[in-house]
């Protein structure tokens, strides 16, 4: 039980650090929008205070058409960590009409809090990490410093000795601790204008409804897939078989009479062309619904995979609960599909599935030391296996740069 605690505290550790480093990188990108947010501010104040004297009217279209950019340059940062946002029509020439349009109005009020509270709370981000590593490398460089900087490094004690500069060191955890709890939420807030302000009304429904429409073309797209291949699978192999197995019992039934051992050998033909095409039958049904999926479950079924891949592969699966049956087909025939280009092209040494469900999504990640270089346009499978992926409302993602190694990661959502 001990173990299980601090394995769960080190995750916990872990998953906290990472995303203080996320929320770090946050505030460091919008402390740079944030500066130009403040230069636009700058310039619209400029504008406004020459408009009272009546020569600045013809500038306020100019600076909307700055203030624009920046703002399409947030856009532009808030769509790379979360939900796309995006940018409304164009500014019009008039500046009456201008002011008038609502997305403007919008970005004037997020232009006055991000350049100031936005900045801010990146100043503050930065801080908090770089004071800790200040301290922790005050022994380093003390003696370098001015004697009025060295006496006030402490917490009230001297510091201009070796023992009182190694007494500023353990100040660096407090430092770093504060980062860890505070950073994430800084992020968040640093972003909430943004994503409140610079959203056009309605502009997120519409990209919802196109992105629906896709789904449902993908959905339709890879039914339709799933239905040739079962069809080819019936067409060239079971129903071959079958053939084969009527013209064998008609040449046995002919030869029954006159060649009683030829007879024979044709009934055994007979009998193994229909084993073989009942094996063909089995397995199309497998691939329609695999019977171990309902029959246990999708990392039961993964471990199946993974016994019969021919390259050395792990499971890590954690799944709370039963996903509905078409998720954890969609799941089951990736992992298939990605671990059979594996074993044909990867040229890897091992490979590793890495299963979550967490919250109301599935996540599937598939990696493999392989030499990299996979391409969804190269006929591997890896686009039908977006196609099932998006079918499902969910995302696919593909990296595999030359050399390796390759990762696929699919997230399906499934109200775990």
């Known amino acids: 039980m001990p173990t299980r605690k601090t394995a769960a505290g080190e995750r916990a550790l872990v998953t906290r650090t990472r995303a203080a480093l996320d929320g770090l990188e946050h505030l460091v990108g919008g402390m740079g929008t944030a500066a130009l947010a403040l230069l636009a501010l700058t310039g619209l104040l400029a ?22 950019a920046v703002a399409d340059r947030e856009r532009a940062r808030l769509s790379r960590w979360g939900p796309e946002i995006v940018s409304p029509d164009p500014v019009p020439g008039r500046w009456r009409a201008a002011l008038a349009q609502p997305a403007v109005r919008r970005e004037l009020a997020w232009v006055s809090l991000h350049a100031t509270l936005g900045l801010l ?66 992020a968040r807030m640093q972003a909430r204008p943004g994503r409140r302000l610079l959203a056009a009304p309605g502009a997120d429904l519409a990209l919802r409804v196109a992105q629906l429409t896709a789904t449902r073309a993908a959905a339709l797209d890879a039914h339709a897939t799933e239905l040739r291949r079962i069809e080819r699978a019936l067409h060239d192999g079971t129903q071959n078989r079958i053939v084969a197995v009527n013209v064998l019992l008609g040449a046995a039934r002919r030869a029954v009479a006159r060649d009683p051992a030829t007879a024979d050998e044709l ?42 891949c021919p390259v050395p592969c792990r499971i890590d699966a954690e799944v709370p609960g039963r996903c509905p049956a078409s998720v954890e087909a969609t799941a089951y025939f990736v992992v298939a599909e990605a671990l059979t280009n594996i074993a044909k092209h990867s040229r890897a040494r091992r490979a590793v599935v890495t299963v979550r469900g967490t919250g109301d999504r599935l996540r599937l990640s598939i990696a493999d030391d392989g030499r990299g270089g996979a391409a969804e346009d190269g006929g591997s ?17 593909l990296t595999s740069p030359p050399g390796g190694p390759t990762t696929v990661i699919v997230s399906l959502p499934c109200g775990l």
Do not use: K
């Open 47 to 68: 504008v406004a205070v020459s408009c009272l004297a009546g020569v600045g009217l013809r500038l306020i279209p100019t600076a909307l058409r700055g203030l624009r």
């Open 121 to 186: 709370l990146g100043v503050l981000g930065l801080t908090l990490p770089f004071s800790g590593v200040r301290d922790l490398l005050y022994p380093l460089y003390w003696w370098l410093l001015p004697a009025s900087e060295v006496v006030s490094a402490g917490l009230g004690w001297r510091t201009d000795d070796w023992p009182g500069a190694f007494a500023v060191s353990p100040l660096s955890l407090g430092w770093f601790v504060l980062a860890l709890v505070f950073i994430p939420g800084m």
């Open 381 to 397: 499978g890896l686009g039908g296996m977006r196609r099932r992926a998006e079918a499902h409302d969910g995302t696919f993602e």
């Open 267 to 308: 009934l055994d033909r007979a009998q193994d062309a229909a084993e073989q095409a009942l094996a063909e039958l089995r397995a199309v049904v497998r691939g329609i619904l695999p019977p171990v999926l309902d029959e246990r479950s999708l990392p039961d079924a993964l471990s199946g995979l993974a016994a019969a």
